[in-house]
């Protein structure tokens, strides 16, 4: 029996022995975790017929890859040019993408199915783009092609992944209804090339899209275009095509509420000229409002002292015309959450620039202040011989004037009560940190101007190294521009050609075939230094021509 016993338990730590070693050996097989990304998209090993097939007389066509992929959104992405009434069936299976066609093929026409960005592999999502198969039911293969690239109008740079898109002249009024039958898709390098085109007369567009579906159908999509029909009879390059966002054709509000604090809040679809706004209903309130218009003139806030209504008619004006009526409505004695809160025009760090004085910025508008209960220290010595100033175009500022110094530390506290807001509301008690920036960390540029046309109006804007403009300077003659005061880094320029003379950029219409205006980037970067006087010669070109 313990024989017995001896020989199962050996079979079984044999079994156990042969089966850990079975693991063993399968995991010393396996692929190290780690290692470089894979960033190459699938690539097709085998096409079936095989890719510029003439006399193309199948029904289906096998695409073989080196992976397993995802088709993404087939029916968006996938277009066969020309279209199709009954569009042929895409399914994956396995490694390969079947094409069935569902209806009859033309006679001795070349086919262009586009795949766009439908093909990207399992793991890692890298997109085979702009991969194309190509037939003809003929003996010939059209071979023409147009290529070039897409720039920004407003900062020149190339656009990568924008959509470059072509309609016969005679199906032009497709554009912005339609998706396109022929299409690219910009590399990296905001290069495209269109291939295996029929000779025929062509309009070209480009669209920057946040979400693609190849048709210009929002207002905030950028769009570029050229003016001119490509006579395509022989390989064309070298087209160049800029996009920009297109001012909505007609103003209207796009959003309207009541904030939390109760201040009617309207947004606008473009910037607002000579904005104003009247209340209408109740007229008794009108006298009443207290309007807050931000920089860029396309939002509204409008405080009522009063808020006892339970709805208001308002009506939106611009150069003193209403061109939209708004009713908001809430209940007569809703309660609303009012706290004020403070801003300050110091920097993140809480440095204030030189010989500026202290801005506080309510969040409310305030109807007073009580400076007893304000009190404003230098390395923590009560200090009393200092201003405040009501902003005489805004009720929610106080401008602090006092000479401060740079090497002293201040502390500005207001004590609770401090401030009241239009509803009689008061202030908690708030306090802020703030110290004078060194003059060293600011410099002065000035740029000597010269144009190329005393009849014509240009526009000088300096940009910040985030490309963000933070001044600008309407030119109609030869002149000398002084920034004094700027903070150390780097800065830009570029000129707008002003051609209505109003001041401004302004963007183009593709309906009307308006080309946004002209725009010139000054390719020398300018680095302001301490204490440091930087001069720049300023020689505007001569306006370039777009075809």
Same mark, same amino acid.
């Given at each position: 029996?313990?024989?017995?016993?001896?020989?199962?338990?050996?079979?079984?730590?044999?079994?156990?022995?042969?089966?850990?070693?079975?693991?063993?050996?399968?995991?010393?097989?396996?692929?190290?975790?780690?290692?470089?990304?894979?960033?190459?998209?699938?690539?097709?090993?085998?096409?079936?017929?095989?890719?510029?097939?003439?006399?193309?007389?199948?029904?289906?066509?096998?695409?073989?890859?080196?992976?397993?992929?995802?088709?993404?959104?087939?029916?968006?992405?996938?277009?066969?040019?020309?279209?199709?009434?009954?569009?042929?069936?895409?399914?994956?299976?396995?490694?390969?993408?079947?094409?069935?066609?569902?209806?009859?093929?033309?006679?001795?026409?070349?086919?262009?199915?586009?795949?766009?960005?439908?093909?990207?592999?399992? @793991?890692?999502?890298?997109?085979?783009?702009?991969?194309t198969y190509v037939f003809s039911t003929g003996?010939?293969?059209?071979?023409?092609?147009?290529?070039?690239?897409?720039?920004?109008?407003?900062?020149?740079?190339?656009?990568?992944?924008?959509?470059?898109?072509?309609?016969?002249?005679?199906?032009?009024?497709?554009?912005?209804?339609?998706?396109?039958?022929?299409?690219?898709?910009?590399?990296?390098?905001? @290069?495209?090339?269109?291939?295996? !085109?029929?000779?025929?007369?062509?309009?070209?567009?480009?669209?920057?899209?946040?979400?693609?579906?190849?048709?210009?159908?929002?207002?905030?999509?950028?769009?570029?275009?050229?003016?001119?029909?490509?006579h395509l009879n022989k390989d064309t390059s070298?087209?160049?095509?800029?996009?920009?966002?297109?001012?909505?054709?007609?103003?209207?509000?796009? /959003?309207?509420?009541?904030? &939390?604090?109760?201040?009617?809040?309207?947004?606008?679809?473009?910037?607002?000229?000579?904005?104003?706004?009247?209340?209408?209903?109740?007229?008794?309130?009108?006298?009443?409002?207290?309007?807050?218009?931000?920089?860029?003139?396309?939002?509204?806030?409008?405080?009522?002292?009063?808020?006892?209504?339970?709805?208001?008619?308002?009506?939106?004006?611009?150069?003193?015309?209403?061109?939209?009526?708004?009713? &908001? $409505?809430?209940?007569?004695?809703?309660?609303?959450?009012?706290?004020?809160? &403070?801003?300050?025009? #110091?920097?993140?760090?809480?440095?204030?620039?030189?010989?500026?004085?202290?801005?506080?910025?309510?969040?409310?508008?305030?109807?007073?202040?009580?400076?007893?209960?304000?009190? !404003?220290?230098?390395?923590?010595?009560?200090?009393?011989?200092?201003?405040?100033? $009501? /902003?005489?175009?805004?009720?929610?500022?106080?401008?602090?004037?006092?000479?401060?110094?740079?090497?002293?530390?201040?502390?500005?506290?207001?004590?609770?009560?401090?401030?009241?807001?239009?509803?009689?509301?008061?202030?908690?008690?708030?306090?802020?940190?703030?110290?004078?920036?060194?003059?060293?960390?600011?410099?002065?540029?000035?740029?000597?101007?010269?144009?190329?046309?005393?009849?014509?109006?240009?526009?000088?804007?300096?940009?910040? #190294?985030?490309?963000?403009?933070?001044?600008?300077?309407?030119?109609?003659?030869? #002149?000398?521009?002084?920034?004094?005061?700027?903070?150390?880094?780097?800065?830009?320029? $570029?000129?707008?050609?002003?051609? @209505?003379?109003?001041?401004?950029?302004?963007?183009?219409?593709?309906?009307?075939?308006?080309?946004?205006?002209?725009?010139?980037?000054?390719?020398?970067?300018?680095?302001?230094?301490?204490?440091?006087?930087?001069?720049?010669? !300023?020689?505007?070109?001569?306006?370039?021509?777009?075809?």
């Amino acid at each position: 029996m313990g024989l017995n016993k001896k020989s199962v338990f050996s079979t079984k730590n044999f079994a156990f022995l042969v089966t850990l070693l079975l693991i063993s050996g399968c995991a010393s097989i396996q692929k190290p975790a780690g290692g470089p990304k894979d960033r190459t998209p699938p690539k097709l090993l085998k096409a079936t017929p095989p890719n510029m097939t003439r006399n193309f007389k199948e029904k289906q066509i096998r695409l073989d890859f080196d992976e397993y992929f995802n088709l993404k959104n087939p029916f968006q992405e996938i277009i066969i040019s020309p279209t199709q009434e009954k569009p042929p069936t895409f399914k994956v299976s396995k490694k390969s993408i079947v094409v069935d066609f569902k209806d009859t093929l033309e006679k001795n026409t070349t086919y262009v199915i586009n795949f766009g960005k439908a093909i990207a592999d399992v @793991n890692e999502n890298n997109v085979l783009e702009n991969f194309t198969y190509v037939f003809s039911t003929g003996p010939h293969i059209d071979s023409l092609s147009i290529s070039g690239d897409v720039k920004n109008s407003l900062t020149g740079e190339k656009v990568k992944d924008a959509t470059v898109m072509l309609f016969p002249v005679k199906q032009d009024t497709l554009f912005g209804k339609k998706k396109p039958s022929i299409f690219a898709t910009t590399d990296t390098s905001g @290069n495209f090339s269109l291939n295996n !085109l029929h000779a025929e007369d062509y309009h070209i567009y480009a669209l920057k899209e946040d979400n693609p579906n190849k048709i210009y159908d929002n207002e905030k999509e950028l769009v570029g275009f050229l003016k001119a029909a490509i006579h395509l009879n022989k390989d064309t390059s070298n087209i160049h095509l800029s996009l920009f966002k297109q001012d909505p054709e007609k103003l209207r509000v796009v /959003d309207r509420r009541f904030d &939390l604090d109760g201040k009617l809040f309207f947004t606008f679809n473009k910037p607002v000229e000579n904005p104003s706004v009247k209340v209408i209903e109740p007229a008794a309130l009108n006298s009443q409002k207290i309007v807050d218009i931000n920089p860029t003139r396309d939002t509204i806030g409008i405080y009522m002292r009063s808020m006892d209504f339970d709805s208001i008619k308002v009506a939106m004006i611009q150069n003193n015309k209403p061109f939209d009526t708004v009713t &908001l $409505r809430k209940a007569r004695k809703e309660s609303y959450e009012r706290i004020i809160k &403070l801003q300050y025009n #110091t920097s993140p760090d809480g440095k204030l620039r030189p010989s500026d004085d202290l801005i506080v910025t309510s969040s409310l508008p305030l109807e007073n202040f009580d400076q007893s209960l304000i009190a !404003l220290t230098e390395d923590s010595v009560n200090i009393s011989n200092y201003k405040i100033v $009501r /902003d005489t175009g805004s009720l929610h500022k106080l401008l602090f004037k006092y000479p401060w110094k740079q090497n002293s530390r201040y502390q500005l506290v207001f004590n609770e009560g401090a401030l009241t807001d239009i509803y009689g509301d008061k202030s908690k008690k708030l306090a802020t940190l703030f110290q004078p920036d060194k003059t060293e960390n600011y410099g002065q540029l000035t740029v000597k101007v010269s144009i190329p046309d005393t009849s014509k109006a240009y526009v000088v804007e300096l940009l910040n #190294t985030d490309r963000k403009v933070v001044h600008t300077d309407p030119v109609t003659k030869k #002149t000398t521009l002084s920034y004094k005061n700027y903070r150390i880094g780097k800065y830009y320029i $570029r000129v707008v050609y002003d051609t @209505n003379k109003n001041g401004k950029w302004d963007s183009g219409n593709v309906k009307k075939r308006l080309y946004p205006e002209n725009i010139w980037q000054y390719s020398k970067e300018i680095v302001l230094r301490s204490n440091w006087d930087a001069e720049e010669t !300023l020689d505007i070109p001569k306006e370039p021509i777009v075809p």
